[in-house]
């Protein structure tokens, strides 16, 4: 299973991004999947979660300003990101629990995509 996270570059602070992350393998199914972020000197934290009901959790930091959604169809995650400040600038990295088969039986594994480097000039 592989996560794919595209859709990073460099904006203007007010502006907006659409960061994309499509799971792709021997997938069963998909729960909870989310965004993280690791800004410049700091630790990686949590950005946005979204189980697979569709229920989403935000960091206070990105409330009104962020929106998480996903494609099942697609497995597929989105982050649509406006009004853009340049503390948001840092690398932007993907999460899911896939479920996989495993001898017949199904586990939920986690996986970490390679992040995209979101940079918000000032």
């Known amino acids: 299973v592989q996560l794919q996270a595209s859709g990073g570059g460099v904006v203007q602070a007010g502006g907006s991004l659409r960061l994309s992350c499509a799971a792709s393998?021997?997938?069963?199914?998909?729960?909870?999947m989310g965004w993280y972020r690791q800004g410049p000197g700091k630790q990686r934290e949590l950005v946005a979660t979204?189980?697979?009901?569709?229920?989403?959790n935000y960091a206070d930091s990105v409330k009104g300003r962020f929106a998480i959604s996903r494609d099942n169809a697609k497995n597929t995650v989105y982050l649509q990101m406006n009004s853009l400040k340049p503390e948001d600038t840092a690398v932007y990295y993907c999460?899911?629990?896939?479920?996989?088969?495993?001898?017949?039986?199904?586990?939920?594994?986690?996986?970490w995509g390679q992040g995209t480097l979101v940079t918000v000039s000032s």
């Open positions: 999460n899911a629990y896939v479920l996989v088969q495993d001898w017949g039986k199904l586990r939920d594994v986690n996986y």
């Open positions: 393998g021997s997938i069963a199914g998909i729960n909870g």
């Open positions: 979204i189980t697979s009901g569709s229920a989403t």
